[in-house]
């Protein structure tokens, strides 16, 4: 077995580790190293039924290390407005870009206007493309299909042992998603909450245009969304208590379609399914400690939150800038692992992120209350909202990540 001596590995190529490996070694002259437990992703011959609403502090991330670019009007898409209403009020949100007063450099293949709330971005292919930036890049250790066996963090620096290498590193970025390997390894604790609900996905074409508009029903079983794409197509991420999921899971895709008009109150015509239905549990999780000795937790290994909002990739996104930016101004590989430089970034994102997840949770719980009084409170209280430009403008910074 190999020994190899860097000064950061990061652990997990996602859309954020991978996106961090190329930042960090744009941007400073540390020896990194990036390990994956699955083989290089090839290109996705289809158009992926998930996708990702990033707004512009990830986009331009994405942009800064060369991938953005590369994503085409068909894997990524502007979106200018947001419209949210309530099954049992008549309460209604209804906010766009120009709320912002923000003009935004948009390339001609966008399909938006001058200004955008942000970009439903095709997941996977932005991933794939991530992944192949990083095997391409000479200056950063790649290790593909590699299964983790130890962590060792008694000594001065880290040690990772794979079935292929030893590495001794001043610092381990755990990107390893919700289930994160490496932050069970460190023995940082996880509190883990269970919606009782499953998140349906897949990709549509409606009848009437959805005018680059993402749309939000909150229903009394959990809330649809419908995410805007090219070719007037959208991507749905239906999350449904568990007992409706299966129900919904047993139609058929014209049944399923039909079900989905309804849902929307035919805002869109007619609907049609493209893709296969997936689901996923809702789950939310949130950790008290961001490092341990060495160990610093970024993405999903640090928190995860409930999809309603779509904010879960762009928090991500945050963390890595965050401690990318640290990481740029550190001086000497030792000081990579300073409790101080690490509780500097745990001071600052767990507080959003945190914030986030409880702002989350909160509109769950509302939007499932279904006593009268409340319902037409809710209702009352989202039109006083939406006659405010001031909180209106707030709105549409939130949904573009900012």
């Given amino acids: 077995m190999a020994k190899k001596k860097v000064d950061i590995v990061i652990v997990g190529a996602g859309l954020i580790?991978?996106?961090?490996?190329?930042?960090?070694?744009?941007?400073?002259?540390?020896?990194?190293?990036?390990?994956?437990?699955?083989?290089?992703?090839?290109?996705?011959?289809?158009?992926?039924?998930?996708?990702?609403?990033?707004?512009?502090?990830?986009?331009?991330?994405?942009?800064?290390i060369g991938v953005f670019q590369q994503l085409g009007e068909d894997r990524c898409h502007a979106y200018q407005r947001m419209c949210v209403w309530d099954e049992n009020s008549d309460g209604v949100l209804d906010f766009d870009a120009d709320s912002l007063n923000v003009e935004a450099s948009l390339g001609?293949?966008?399909?938006?206007?001058?200004?955008?709330?942000?970009?439903?971005?095709?997941?996977?292919?932005?991933?794939?493309?991530?992944?192949?930036?990083?095997?391409?890049?000479?200056?950063?250790?790649?290790?593909?299909?590699?299964?983790?066996?130890?962590?060792?963090?008694s000594g001065e620096r880290g040690v990772l042992i794979c079935d292929q290498h030893e590495f001794t590193a001043n610092l381990v970025v755990a990107a390893d998603g919700a289930g994160?390997?490496?932050?069970?390894?460190?023995?940082?604790?996880?509190?883990?909450?269970?919606?009782?609900?499953?998140?349906?996905?897949?990709?549509?074409?409606?009848?009437?245009?959805?005018?680059?508009?993402?749309?939000?029903?909150?229903?009394?079983?959990?809330?649809?969304?419908?995410?805007?794409?090219a070719n007037n197509q959208s991507s749905i991420v239906w999350s449904a208590d568990n007992s409706v999921a299966d129900e919904l899971f047993a139609l058929s895709d014209l049944e399923f379609a039909r079900r989905l008009k309804f849902a929307l109150q035919d805002r869109l015509g007619d609907v049609q399914?493209?893709?296969?239905?997936?689901?996923?549990?809702?789950?939310?999780?949130?950790?008290?400690?961001?490092?341990?000795?060495?160990?610093?937790?970024?993405?999903?290994?640090?928190?995860?939150?409930?999809?309603?909002?779509?904010?879960?990739?762009?928090?991500?996104f945050k963390d890595i800038l965050c401690l990318g930016g640290l990481i740029s101004n550190v001086q000497s590989a030792h000081d990579l692992s300073s409790p101080r430089l690490l509780a500097s970034y745990q001071a600052v994102r767990q507080a959003d992120n945190n914030q986030t997840?409880?702002?989350?949770?909160?509109?769950?719980?509302?939007?499932?209350?279904?006593?009268?009084?409340?319902?037409?409170?809710?209702?009352?209280?989202?039109?006083?909202?939406?006659?405010?430009?001031?909180?209106r403008q707030l709105l549409a910074q939130h949904a573009s990540g900012i």
């Fill in 17 to 64: 580790g991978s996106a961090l490996a190329l930042w960090l070694v744009k941007h400073g002259n540390f020896k990194v190293a990036l390990i994956e437990r699955n083989k290089p992703m090839a290109i996705p011959e289809l158009r992926n039924e998930r996708v990702v609403a990033l707004g512009r502090l990830a986009t331009n991330f994405l942009r800064e």
């Fill in 108 to 153: 001609a293949e966008s399909g938006a206007g001058d200004t955008h709330l942000g970009h439903m971005v095709d997941s996977l292919y932005c991933n794939y493309l991530s992944q192949q930036a990083v095997l391409e890049n000479d200056q950063i250790e790649s290790n593909f299909d590699a299964q983790l066996l130890s962590l060792d963090l």
């Fill in 180 to 229: 994160s390997w490496v932050r069970q390894a460190s023995k940082i604790f996880a509190n883990h909450r269970d919606y009782d609900q499953r998140g349906i996905v897949t990709r549509i074409v409606t009848e009437r245009t959805h005018e680059n508009c993402a749309w939000q029903r909150f229903l009394s079983t959990g809330p649809l969304a419908l995410l805007p794409l």
């Fill in 273 to 316: 399914v493209l893709t296969e239905r997936r689901g996923f549990p809702l789950r939310s999780l949130r950790v008290n400690n961001y490092f341990k000795r060495g160990v610093v937790l970024v993405g999903d290994a640090a928190h995860s939150i409930h999809p309603l909002a779509g904010q879960g990739a762009n928090l991500g």
């Fill in 357 to 391: 997840d409880a702002l989350m949770s909160a509109l769950h719980g509302a939007y499932r209350n279904n006593s009268p009084m409340w319902m037409a409170a809710r209702g009352l209280g989202m039109n006083i909202l939406n006659r405010s430009k001031a909180i």
